[in-house]
């Protein structure tokens, strides 16, 4: 399932009047005098808590690299906006690319909580094997049983490159 697109009135013209991109920087700055708060040449630099840029405009805030989609393009994105190199803030337009729900999730980086400090293997106890697990789009589990942690990390990273492609994170 794809997000929806904020019900909203805001078209290119109207963020290009607002705002100032530089796509090699992913500087975003305020062309214009909003408020005593707002100067102009200002980054738009609100986060919210997972790092992305937010900013409000009217009585509706906007995530930072979806307005520059449409500053750039012309159009909202239809999908979700993946950033390549995970980082949410950085929004240099080579960074900046449409992404399915489930690609964005691929290209993520490991858990806090993996213990093994390999993305997507995992230690069995119960069959003294390392397991390399990933779910594919289709629904269906790929899981394979190896001897070695880099025997499993490579049955991951392979796997992962043929299921999500240029999405595919391993790191």
């Given at each position: ?13 109207e963020v290009r009047r607002l705002f100032a991109y530089d796509p090699e920087t992913g500087a975003f700055t305020w062309r214009v ?139």
């Amino acid at each position: 399932m794809t997000r929806r697109p904020a019900v909203t009135n805001l078209d290119q013209a109207e963020v290009r009047r607002l705002f100032a991109y530089d796509p090699e920087t992913g500087a975003f700055t305020w062309r214009v005098r909003r408020s005593n708060k707002i100067a102009v040449g200002q980054e738009a630099r609100g986060v919210n808590t997972h790092g992305h840029r937010r900013v409000g405009i009217g009585s509706s805030k906007h995530y930072v690299h979806r307005l520059i989609w449409l500053y750039v393009y012309g159009c909202w994105p239809a999908r979700e906006i993946d950033h390549v190199n995970t980082c949410p803030s950085d929004n240099r337009l080579c960074n900046l690319r449409e992404a399915t729900r489930r690609q964005g999730l691929h290209n993520t980086s490991r858990r806090r909580d993996n213990r093994s400090g390999i993305k997507g293997v995992r230690w069995s106890q119960r069959h003294l094997r390392w397991v390399a697990k990933l779910n594919r789009p289709d629904g269906s589990v790929f899981q394979r049983r190896l001897r070695s942690k880099e025997a499993a990390a490579a049955a991951y990273a392979q796997e992962a490159a043929r299921q999500f492609g240029e999405f595919a994170r391993v790191e």
